[in-house]
């Protein structure tokens, strides 16, 4: 069969390669001067290329389509992943949280073994799709030309990170054909906040905090790592915690400095400084419970002055102190734009798609795998999991053909 892959990014490049090894002839297209430009400054340029973890674990980190990706992981799970880059000369590190990433640290090499990979694939390169029609084939229009198919995958990725070329034009095709696309969201993204004090405090890191969202239908918490930016909050528990509330409206956003010890605890632990304390200013003991950026905006929040003596402060001082040490509230504004998240939340209507093959159920010999999908997941390696195994699994369905 004569076969069309639109897009060279992880899961065009995995699928393009497997359709040349069953004997297929296949044509991958991509608008950009090189393929694998998205892959390249993944994981800071480090790329963590899958999470190896069993089934049901990958699964849970899933926010939407857990349930349609059922059958692609068990066809190509993280292990097989793994194998897969090892066939192909690249060996892989596994790291905290099982996050799996090339031995050299290069993410350079992932798009290398899938270029190997793809050694019989027709790779055309700064050629961009325009459009796609059907009548007995499959009409392909690039700036180049008009090209004939049996078959065309669609692997264009979402509309985050323009740049590396992901314009959304996945969806533009899909919705040529009738598809549904569900709304864009942005995903992993840093989240805006409207309080003032952050300017002063770009680049202060947290670690060991709980960040807490709560939106009209649940309250949402992760527990690590964040930082400030220019214009909120960022860090891996920001990261999650924008993929969970991104179709939710947010109620409150708070953090709790001190999730390892409950109130009564924390109360003896301030009451046990205050004590050892007592001729100093309560910025000192501040200080002790917090990094030095934070002191003068949680003193101005709980209302005290950064030099009122320790000895001078009132029961009711202190339970203000440990409220907002357990409860510092976040004025919440907007999750950063589409074009910064890592991936785009939303895409095509997976009810439209067999989650066998990846085949669209309105038009015979035509696919979608990737991002261009309505699946999105955590960081850790998922979101590229979700790439590969979707890419299996269409491929996998010409094997006979």
């Known amino acids: 069969m004569k076969v069309c892959v639109i897009g060279g990014g992880a899961s065009g490049l995995m699928c393009a390669g497997f359709l040349s090894k069953y004997g297929h002839d296949v044509t991958l297209f991509d608008g950009n001067e090189k393929v694998g430009k998205k892959i390249y400054i993944t994981g800071k340029g480090r790329c963590n290329f899958t999470n190896v973890c069993d089934k049901d674990e990958f699964l849970s980190h899933v926010v939407r389509g857990s349930k349609f990706l059922f059958s692609a992981i068990n066809m190509f799970s993280p292990y097989d992943t793994l194998e897969f880059f090892e066939e192909l000369g690249m060996k892989a590190v596994v790291e905290r949280g099982n996050r799996a990433f090339p031995e050299s640290n290069k993410a350079s090499d992932v798009t290398k073994a899938l270029k190997k990979h ?20 499959f009409v392909v229009k ?50 805006e906040l ?4 952050i300017k002063d405090i770009q680049g202060l890191s947290l670690k060991n905090v709980k960040l807490v969202v709560e939106t009209e239908k649940k309250q949402y918490s992760e527990f690590g790592e964040m930082l400030f930016t220019d214009r909120g909050i960022s860090g891996p528990i920001v990261l999650t915690i924008s993929s969970l509330i991104n179709r939710e409206k947010v109620k409150k956003m708070f953090i709790d400095f001190k999730p390892a010890l409950n109130e009564e605890q924390l109360e003896k632990r301030v009451l046990r400084d205050f004590d050892n304390s007592k001729n100093k200013n309560i910025s000192y003991i501040i200080h002790g419970l917090l990094p030095k950026g934070l002191v003068e905006p949680f003193l101005e929040r709980v209302g005290l002055n950064s030099d009122k003596k320790i000895n001078s402060i009132t029961a009711n001082d202190r339970k203000k102190i440990i409220n907002s040490l357990k409860c510092f509230d976040l004025s919440f504004k907007s999750l950063y734009n589409l074009n910064v998240g890592v991936i785009t939340s939303g895409g095509v209507e997976l009810k439209e798609i067999n989650p066998k093959t990846m085949e669209s159920k309105l038009v015979k010999d035509l696919y979608f795998i990737g991002e261009v999908l309505d699946i999105d997941a955590l960081t850790g390696g998922f979101n590229l999991q979700v790439a590969f195994s979707t890419a299996y699994a269409c491929a996998n369905s010409f094997k006979e053909r």
């Open 118 to 137: 793809c050694a019989k694939v027709s790779i055309c390169l700064n050629e961009k799709v325009l459009s796609v029609k059907k009548a007995k084939d």
């Open 142 to 191: 690039t700036e180049n030309g008009s090209y004939s198919f049996d078959a065309v995958i669609v692997a264009c990725g979402g509309k985050s990170y323009e740049a590396t070329g992901s314009t959304g034009d996945g969806y533009s095709i899909a919705k040529s054909f009738g598809h549904k696309i569900v709304e864009l969201k942005p995903a992993l993204v840093p989240i």
């Open 194 to 197: 409207g309080d003032k004090f």
